[in-house]
């Protein structure tokens, strides 16, 4: 059974930093690919950042780019997100999620129970 | 990016009643939409794949249908532990992917 479970979330002050973890377990960690996705208190999914199955690819959402770092640990089974700089706006349950496929059919198939961001004075 | 619209924003019915919910595109996604149920609290979970497909283990009573822009999920007959809120996601353009605003189905 596939088990995704993110830890690292609290209260932070704007312009400081967090570094979100997500420790997979039933699952062969090394060969999924795997996002980050948030989710402001009220409102809907926001995709933030992707990681490849090596870590050697990368891709990020505008409003976060150039102030988060997605990385993995395949040995450890566990994927991060560093956030820095860290806005009013970036608070939000952040998820953990697989990026399954069927084919060329992607799909966000298993996802982890949230951990939230709270940014703010 | 893609801009995924989901109408209505919410929408209130009873047990037992068909429901349609529509997702449109800004351009063409083929037919790369997903769609997934979120309870308060809880994460969303994935219900259908390119634009059809039933994920493993999730009732009959949800269909999805659509091509290119425009897309419906519906649910044949309500039943309680459907109310939640549902959205749409394009995977067209992966991974930045995008979602639809979320449509919240609630109790008449």
């Known amino acids: 059974q596939v088990q995704l479970v993110e830890s690292g979330g609290g209260l932070v002050k704007p312009g400081g930093s967090l570094r979100l973890s997500c420790a997979a377990s039933?699952?062969?960690?090394?060969?999924?690919?795997m996002s980050w996705i948030r989710q402001a208190p009220g409102k809907g999914l926001e995709w933030v950042a992707y990681?490849?199955?090596?870590?050697?690819?990368?891709y990020y959402a505008d409003s976060v780019k150039g102030r988060f770092t997605v990385s993995r640990d395949n040995a450890k089974n566990s994927l991060y997100l560093q956030m820095n700089s860290l806005r009013a706006e970036d608070t939000a349950v952040y998820y953990c999620?697989?990026?399954?496929?069927?084919?060329?059919?992607?799909?966000?198939?298993?996802w982890g129970q949230g951990t939230l961001v709270t940014v703010s004075s | 990016d893609i801009q995924m619209t989901q109408s209505p924003s919410s929408l209130s019915a009873s047990v037992g009643d068909r429901v349609t919910i529509t997702c449109r595109a800004s351009?063409?996604?083929?037919?790369?939409l997903n769609w997934y149920q979120q309870k308060p609290g809880k994460a969303p979970k994935l219900l259908i794949y390119?634009?059809?497909t039933l994920q493993s283990g999730v009732p009959s009573r949800f269909s999805g249908s659509g091509s290119g822009t425009d897309f419906t999920l519906t649910i044949s007959s309500l039943q309680p532990e459907d109310f939640a809120t549902y959205y749409c996601q394009q995977s067209d353009i992966t991974p930045r992917v995008t979602f639809g605003q979320g449509t919240k189905l609630e109790i008449k």
């Open positions: 390119g634009t059809s």
């Open positions: 351009q063409s996604i083929i037919s790369y």
């Open positions: 999620a697989r990026d399954g496929n069927y084919g060329d059919l992607y799909y966000f198939d298993y």
């Open positions: 990681i490849s199955s090596s870590g050697t690819t990368t």
């Open positions: 039933g699952v062969s960690f090394s060969e999924n690919y």
